[in-house]
């Protein structure tokens, strides 16, 4: 169960990474790289930004919980 959470625990770090670096910042960021630079500042952000702002808070959540679980996983153990 351990190695299990361990495997996940990395695996949603590096999503993170990448959703993280994948964001419109200030500079455009590396989102326009692949195409998130075309929408216009009219409306907001865009429906890409918005859906990318969604999986990125849910990796969060399953990122945090993992830390949690494994947390009480090795204090029980």
């Given at each position: 169960?351990?190695?299990?959470?361990?495997?996940?625990?990395?695996?949603?770090?590096?999503?993170?990474?990448?959703?993280?670096?994948?964001?419109?910042?200030?500079?455009?960021?590396?989102?326009?790289?692949?195409?998130?630079?075309?929408?216009?500042?009219?409306?907001?952000?865009?429906?890409?930004?918005?859906?990318?702002?969604?999986?990125?808070?849910?990796?969060?959540?399953?990122?945090?919980?993992?830390?949690?679980?494994?947390?009480?996983?090795?204090?029980?153990s």
């Amino acid at each position: 169960m351990i190695i299990a959470f361990d495997i996940l625990l990395v695996v949603t770090s590096l999503l993170l990474i990448v959703m993280v670096l994948l964001h419109k910042g200030r500079g455009g960021g590396m989102s326009d790289m692949f195409g998130g630079g075309v929408s216009s500042g009219l409306g907001g952000s865009s429906v890409a930004e918005k859906n990318l702002d969604r999986i990125t808070v849910g990796v969060a959540v399953i990122w945090f919980a993992c830390v949690v679980a494994l947390g009480l996983l090795l204090k029980i153990s």
